[in-house]
């Protein structure tokens, strides 16, 4: 195992994982405010779709990526609609939305199958720029690459630090006394899915504008449901996430950097170890009795709501 | 045809009016002392913080608060003393704006206020800390109290509200962690959590109810020199309670209800243990005849042996310590407490719902320590919980279903593949007509009355003769003639021989029914007598832990 | 509640047909509204549904073809659902079921139809059980939730399927199936239609659903759980050994949705055979309010959108996966639940 190897599948893990982590960043902020959307899937394919289409049509990528961030937000205000106006039951709901992704996407998407795009620039930290030329390819990313970290540092401040985030916390984890305090739960939730589905817009827009760069009907592979898991694995934290994104993104690549050291494990069983890894951790919380989900998502996941 | 004249008062002159029936009021209340026990009380000079005058709640069924006056004044620590049904968390309420009162007024600063609801008592500054503690768990101290302050900055300093919390809490032993989390904390740093809060909102009237009952007893001491501080330093302060003891250690005044009125009003010092169970208790029983003959076996074999019975404290839960309980077929054990002290784990723990941590339960001399508890009802127990509606009823099914749900295997035919639908029906409707009772099988549960339920559920765990029977509080929310029916069905069930276990707040009733007596306080048997051999006074003293010298952990 | 109530409201039983009527109508506009912006024709396209799935014979057998796997796998939810539990697991029960299934057909490919079929149908109720027992063992035990548990292992599910593919089981000519089934062990056909046993085991299926919560003791208590689980409880009904039953006994469905899928249906084992299968069961259950008939009448309507979005893609160069916009729209129009205008009640 060469650190180039190494290199290889941090690189590799990368640039998988930044769409995985902007979406789990998206669906945190959703879930901490007692909202969980089960159609991430497709809300993350019809931003895919719809940024790839609007690059592709009018040649630039950032215009590519400002759809997609406000597809996002739209098919994320459209779960706000039904789960907070009309107080329907969250997972149907989220469901329902999945099947609309997956049905608008295609049709958005279907013009541009196949159609190139010129992508974001890949740029190199200036510090970095005298690397030997192999070392230096596998450290070339993308804006959207860099920033990602700081997003997800930004997630934190909000919520853990803002008055904004706080009274989000208040009405993910109780309602009823946020109202008490003089807080609109009804409110603070759309403005969390917007928020959400911004981050989620621009998840997908880094897969098909800049790691992609192509369009193929239900490409996001289970992003979507991934970024749940792993939402769950981070105990809803912003800065858990990235970690997990990497553990998660990284499970294939580094399938392939056990190969070359001669250990023969299959990628797909590599590829449950995350799903596995959270049951595992959620089943010792369990144990535990403590509870890191915000308390009124629980109800959720009883059908109580 | 006569022109209808209506007279119309000003405003302000009705507002001068009731002003002034207020001070003749209060001048009339001030002279007349302070109750009926006698004992000047010195008017004090100050106007109080609030003055309640002969308010009135009425529930359906229920008259909660008859006619109540109260002052509390500021620098006092006053205690609103009583058994459960007394009235006091229902004042409380009606203070706090979470009632509606019917009648009778409210003045904070000799002004009346409306208080109708939570948001304008903060405005008068009350504040209440309830048993229900409103802290959000998974927040921390810091971020609790942020919450609530009224002009929280974007980015606010939580070292800044900490610091503040600090300084609030040194100055009345009201030492918390601010950075730690809700739910970390012990519920009696919780409690002084939620008194914090309260506090940075700068509440000048603090209501606490029951707060010493999530507490471990040096945490009540602690408790008691926080609320000192606090009256020292000017508040207001309203202690609900129903144990003697802490009136007698913390109060300043005690006002006592008994069955929604103010029975009395008693400076510390005039206060004694003899003179508050008078008050709290009615002394006088009423003669109702009832049958109490035994079956010629007497003290057979005793049906239920609870031997060194603990059970664990769960969350804030009162747990059992060292339970020794024996019930005989053929008798009737009374189980006397407020309600809280026990009586709920006591009847769990009997059904198998809750597992012993230490000791041997027997039913009929078999170790049942460990059985589920359809085994148990196998054996032949009926258990009558204290809130049926949620505990013992399935609202979606209907009366009819809900009938047979404890007796699925005796009802099945086929083996299992069908159910015998009219031998249900049939055993239901003379079990019904024996007990004189009369509701419908048909339609859903959850349309029957409340009172219906409670019949239901009665009917349902008394038929089929019983070995054992667990009442919890069966006559809550009844009629006088459906009382008086469901006790004789108690009584019925113990002329067949089997053995009841009666857990009620109802003194009357468990004198009247019972042939043996215990008292359940803080988890513990408090003591066991025979009716004839004791007293209401005895049982009442028992009941709020005066018997004991300090409270026992 | 007295009539004075009521006010001027209708009769209850027109009041719900009309608010399926409005529902099905708003629905049908929406995607209509949609069809329209990309410069199609809703009222041809809408025709073309019609006569597509309704107007032929084999339209309509086409249409009992896709509604097949749905009455299982909404069975699969509708089961668990009557004791409050959630089971969005059916994909990954689903694709267990074809794994233990499709290694009966490959292993046992020698014996005749008559045993295989059998051995391939109980295997894959197997696989799909096993799939539902941590979580319903979990959720017993106050653990975790059976929601968050089905849904990470339908996660799970598809790369076990393809691990077993790619690795052993894949056909020379294409590693993302495997080869052929053998004859033996495909389920026999409904004449010339692609219609499969499986259809029958799904009526079955949901008539001895109906039968055993109506009629029987079991019925009655797991009703009761559902109900007010701490009142069966103390009832002395053994919950927890319910609800580890029941979510075994679901995901047994589900497989069997699965097998049937692979066995009758495809032929094969494809790897991500299923695009949403068993969410498809979700929602229809979820639609019919978890009672059988509903359950026949739901999967059957959305089986004909499904179907004829087939015509759509053939005629109007419109990607199949579009006719989820219909069904999606539907749903929507069902969970924002509109309320007929009604005068206000009298207080």
Same mark, same amino acid.
């Not at chain 1, 009823?176 to 989620?200: E, H, K, M, Q, V």
């Not at chain 1, 399938?255 to 959620?282: A, C, K, M, R």
């Not at chain 2, 802290?135 to 609790?144: G, K, Q, S, W």
């Not at chain 2, 800044?160 to 009696?188: C, F, H, K, N």
């Given at each position: ?124 930290? %200036? ?15 993308? %804006? ?28 993910? $984890? ?42 193929? $009907? ?86 109580? $709501? | ?553 | ?347």
């Amino acid at each position: 195992m060469t650190p180039l190897a190494l290199l290889g599948v941090v690189s590799s893990a990368i640039f998988s994982g930044t769409s995985l982590l902007y979406a789990t960043l998206g669906e945190i902020v959703g879930e901490r405010s007692g909202v969980v959307n089960l159609g991430l899937e497709g809300v993350l394919l019809v931003s895919a779709a719809a940024g790839f289409a609007a690059s592709a049509a009018s040649g630039t990528p950032y215009l590519g990526i400002l759809v997609a961030m406000i597809a996002g937000a739209l098919m994320n205000l459209i779960l706000g609609y039904l789960v907070v106006s009309r107080r329907a039951n969250q997972l149907a709901s989220g469901l329902a939305l999945m099947f609309f992704g997956f049905g608008l996407s295609a049709w958005i998407g279907r013009d541009y199958v196949g159609a190139k795009i010129t992508g974001l620039p890949r740029l190199t930290l %200036p510090g970095l720029a005298g690397l030997p030329t192999l070392y230096g390819s596998l450290l070339r990313f993308d %804006p959207l690459i860099y920033l990602v970290l700081p997003t997800a540092a930004l997630v934190w401040w909000v919520l853990f630090r803002t008055r904004w985030g706080l009274s989000l916390r208040a009405v993910g $984890e109780a309602p009823d006394t946020a109202f008490a305090a003089g807080r609109n739960p009804g409110r603070i939730r759309y403005r969390a899915l917007l928020a959400g589905g911004l981050l989620a817009g621009l998840g997908a827009a880094h897969l098909s504008i800049a790691y992609a760069m192509n369009w193929t $009907e239900y490409m996001t592979a289970g992003r979507g449901f991934i970024a749940i898991a792993l939402v769950i694995f981070s105990k809803w934290h912003p800065l858990r996430a990235i970690v997990g994104a990497l553990l998660f993104s990284g499970a294939v690549a580094f399938q392939l950097l056990l190969q070359s050291s001669g250990v023969q494990v299959s990628p797909f069983l590599l590829n449950t170890v995350p799903y596995l890894l959270t049951l595992g951790v959620l089943i010792i919380w369990g144990g535990r009795r403590r509870n890191a989900a915000p308390a009124s998502l629980g109800r959720v996941y009883q059908g109580a $709501e | 045809m006569a022109k209808v004249v209506k007279f119309d008062i000003p405003v302000r002159t009705a507002r001068l009016l009731g002003f002034l029936t207020g001070a003749v009021g209060m001048g009339r209340w001030m002279k007349a002392g302070a109750g009926t026990q006698g004992g000047e009380t010195l008017p004090r000079l100050s106007l109080p913080v609030l003055q309640v005058r002969e308010l009135c709640k009425r529930f359906p069924g229920v008259l909660a608060n008859d006619d109540i006056s109260l002052d509390v004044f500021s620098g006092e620590v006053h205690a609103l003393l009583g058994e459960n049904g007394a009235g006091k968390s229902t004042l409380v309420k009606c203070l706090y704006g979470y009632y509606q009162r019917d009648a009778g007024e409210i003045l904070v600063d000799g002004i009346a206020a409306p208080l109708q609801s939570p948001e304008e008592a903060r405005r008068h500054r009350i504040g209440m800390v309830f048993q229900n503690l409103t802290l959000i768990p998974a927040l921390t101290v810091v971020e609790n109290v942020a919450l609530f302050l009224p002009d929280l900055p974007v980015v606010p300093s939580l070292t800044e509200i900490a610091a503040r919390l600090t300084m609030l809490g040194e100055r009345y032993r009201l030492q918390v962690d601010p950075w730690a989390q809700v739910q970390d904390l012990s519920i009696g740093q919780q409690q002084k959590a939620e008194l914090l809060k309260l506090l940075m909102a700068e509440a000048r009237l603090l209501i606490l109810d029951e707060p010493s009952r999530v507490l471990v007893p040096h945490e009540v001491e602690g408790l008691f020199q926080v609320l000192r501080h606090l009256a020292d330093d000017g508040l207001a302060v309203i202690l609900i309670t129903h144990k003697l003891e802490e009136a007698l250690r913390a109060a300043d005044r005690i006002t006592v209800l008994r069955q929604g009125r103010v029975a009395g009003r008693l400076t510390r010092a005039e206060a004694s243990e003899d003179k508050l169970i008078h008050l709290m208790f009615e002394t006088e029983l009423s003669n109702l005849s009832v049958d109490r003959s035994r079956p010629a076996e007497l003290a057979a074999a005793p049906v239920l042996e609870l031997e060194r019975v603990s059970t664990a404290a769960r969350g804030t839960a009162v747990g059992l310590y060292d339970i020794d309980l024996a019930v005989h077929a053929g008798e009737i054990v009374g189980v006397a407490g407020v309600s809280g002290n026990g009586q709920r784990e006591l009847a769990d723990l009997i059904l198998g719902d809750l597992m012993c941590a230490a000791g041997t339960k027997r039913l009929l001399g078999r170790d049942v320590t460990r059985s589920a508890i359809g085994a148990i009802r196998r054996a032949r127990v009926g258990y009558i919980p204290e809130d049926p509606l949620t505990m013992a009823a399935i609202p979606f099914l209907s009366v009819l279903e809900n009938m047979a749900i404890t007796r699925t295997e005796h009802y099945a035919r086929n083996g299992g593949w069908q159910m015998d639908w009219p031998a249900v029906q049939r055993e239901a409707e003379a079990a019904i007509q024996s007990l004189g009772f009369a509701f419908s099988l048909t339609g859903q549960a959850r349309s029957l009355s409340g009172g219906n339920l409670q019949r239901m559920v009665l009917v349902r765990e008394l038929s089929h003769e019983p070995r054992l029977v667990v009442a919890c509080y069966p006559t809550r929310g009844l009629d006088a003639r459906s009382t008086v029916a469901a006790q004789k069905a108690l009584l019925a069930a113990r002329a067949q021989g089997a053995g009841v276990l009666l857990i009620s707040e109802d003194l009357e009733e468990l004198f009247l029914l019972s042939d043996r007596l215990v008292v359940l306080f803080a988890g513990r048997i408090a003591g066991a007598f025979r009716p004839a051999e004791t007293s209401v006074m005895a049982i009442g003293r028992l009941m709020t832990g005066a018997g004991e010298a300090h409270v026992v952990p | 509640m007295s009539s004075r109530d009521r006010g001027r409201a209708w009769p209850r039983g027109l009041q719900a047909a009309l608010r399926y009527v409005a529902m099905a109508v708003l629905a049908l506009a929406l995607f209509a509204v949609i069809l329209l912006l990309a410069g199609k024709d809703p009222i041809q396209a809408y025709r073309d549904i019609f006569t597509s799935t309704l107007g032929s014979a084999y339209g309509l057998s086409e249409v009992f073809v896709t509604m097949t796997p749905l009455l299982l796998t909404a069975l699969a939810v509708a089961l668990p659902s009557r004791l409050g539990l959630i089971n969005v697991g059916g994909e990954g029960q689903l694709y267990l079921g074809a794994l233990f299934a499709t290694w009966g057909a490959l292993r046992f490919s020698a014996l005749p139809a008559w045993l295989l079929l059998p051995l391939m149908i109980v295997l894959g109720m197997i696989g799909g059980a096993l799939w539902a027992l941590p979580a319903g063992y979990l959720r017993a035990r106050g653990i975790v939730n059976e929601t968050i548990t089905t849904l990470l292992l339908n996660v799970v599910a598809p790369s076990i399927v393809a691990y077993f593919v790619f690795g052993f089981w894949h056909s020379p000519m294409d590693t993302n199936k495997t080869a052929n089934f053998a004859a033996a062990a495909r389920l026999p056909t409904l004449g010339g239609t692609r219609i499969n046993l499986s259809l029958i085991f799904g009526v079955v299926l949901l008539a001895l659903f109906w039968y055993v919560m109506a009629r029987t003791r079991w019925g009655l208590e797991m009703r009761a759980i559902g109900g007010n689980p701490g009142a069966a409880r103390r009832s002395g009904i053994p919950v927890a050994r319910y609800l580890v039953g029941v979510m075994m006994a679901a995901g047994a469905l589900a497989g069997l949705a699965g097998m049937a899928q692979v066995s009758g249906y495809y032929g094969v084992l494809l790897v991500n055979f299923s695009r949403g299968l068993g969410y498809m069961g979700f929602l229809v259950s979820w639609l019919a309010g978890g009672t059988p008939l509903g359950i026949v009448v739901t999967s059957f309507v959305v089986a004909v959108i499904l179907t004829g979005g087939n015509l759509l893609q053939l005629t109007g160069d419109v990607p199949y996966a579009v006719i989820n916009i219909l069904l999606a729209t539907t749903l929507f129009v069902v969970l924002a639940r509109p309320s007929l205008p009604r005068r206000r009640k009298v207080a």
